[in-house]
């Protein structure tokens, strides 16, 4: 069996400054949601964490209240800087966007009843829809390295796409449901691995 190549050692920010810097960048690409953005850049680009750790730091972000790119941020922050970091991840996602959005909020109050406007606000829904899709659809391969393993993964996606898209349950009751099976699951694996090592 051919040696498994060694993994390039992660980056981090450089200072609350940088971090600052990205997220704000982070944030001006992302109309409409970042996920797409956020995956390429932390992942990909920056190289602050590996695709594992950008599924379970995701995962977090979103159970938590609030948005979840917004949590992302706050995490990594408080991760390499502690508080001051945190707040600086958080000032770089919402500062820029926030003028932007005020901005465009005036313009757009403006033509709001065109056609033309009510077409563009629905094609860009869509290309976001694809981009969500897209990024979900690259990351399904750090699920081969998850506990839970790959079909348990793929069933507890398609019983939370099924609670939410088809039978219309609160998205809070199809969280604790398919939350509390993957924790359970994840914890018997967890132990079960514990215990073959031991």
Not at 73 to 80: E, K
Not at 140 to 157: D, G, K, Q, T, V
Request: proline share 6%; net charge positive.
């Amino acid at each position: 069996m051919p040696p498994m190549p060694e993994q390039e050692p992660l980056n981090q920010p450089r200072s609350k400054t940088d971090l600052f810097v990205s997220f704000t960048l982070l944030a001006l690409q992302g109309f409409g949601g970042v996920l797409a953005v956020v995956q390429r850049e932390l992942v990909e680009k920056k190289r602050w964490m590996t695709r594992e750790q950008f599924v379970e730091e995701w995962a977090v972000a979103q159970i938590m209240p609030g948005p979840n790119v917004v949590n992302l941020s706050l995490m990594i922050g408080g991760r390499y800087f502690g508080l001051p970091g945190a707040l600086a991840g958080l000032a770089g996602m919402l500062c820029a966007p926030l003028v932007v959005a005020l901005l465009l909020a005036m313009a757009f109050g403006t033509v709001s009843d065109a056609a033309w406007a009510q077409g563009a606000l629905r094609g860009m829904g869509a290309v976001s829809a694809g981009l969500i899709a897209g990024t979900g659809i690259k990351l399904i391969s750090a699920l081969r390295s998850n506990p839970m393993r790959m079909p348990i993964c793929i069933a507890l996606a398609a019983l939370s796409f099924a609670g939410v898209a088809l039978l219309r349950l609160p998205l809070a009751w199809v969280l604790l449901g398919t939350g509390a099976l993957g924790c359970g699951w994840a914890w018997v694996q967890l132990a079960r691995q514990a215990g073959e090592h031991a």
